[in-house]
């Protein structure tokens, strides 16, 4: 039972040491990715410098539908949430459009979407954004990607959007860890 416990510290101040602002980060990537789809790996060559949990709302708005004429369907608005470490202090918020990553130091970065993959029925998706360069200085500084994992809940109402509805607005709760990496 004590080893249970030992082990189960041990884990949590490793943790820790990885969310910390500071970013030494683990050189975490061929082991830490082994369970990922493919498509939302980190090349090799990068390091894990930051992980966070973000909670917070997706925004939705019914509109008339771009493919469809004459269907409506909720479209993505933008995200709002709180980025917090493993230990559960406050280190930044995610926000958009366009997507955002900002730090309680006032460093931010955005980026490109480079891939999605599926994770499971009423989750937002997987996915791989590869960073742009950062905005100011500090715990944003240098890092090159960025993996939204372990996502649960934020995808658009199930409900019917039609033109009664057009230009409503829905909000749905989501959580999903960010994993901010640099290269190594």
Known sequence: M?????TALL????LSGCASQGGGGMAMNAQAQAGLPDAVRVPD?????????GAGEVSYECRASR??????????VGPEATLTA?????VGRYYGPPATWESLDGSRVTGV?????????????????????AMGSGAMQGVTYIQRLATRGGVAPAEACGAEKAGQKTVVRYQADYIFWRAA
Do not use: C, S, Y
């Open 2 to 6: 004590q080893q249970h416990i030992a």
């Open 11 to 14: 884990g949590a101040v490793v």
């Open 45 to 53: 060559g990068h390091r894990v410098a930051m992980e966070t949990v």
């Open 67 to 76: 493919d469809r004429p004459g269907q409506f369907e909720w479209v993505f």
């Open 86 to 90: 493993r230990g559960g202090q406050r």
């Open 113 to 133: 979407q480079q891939a999605v993959a599926p994770a499971g029925e009423g989750h937002l998706p997987l996915q791989l954004v590869k960073a742009n360069p």
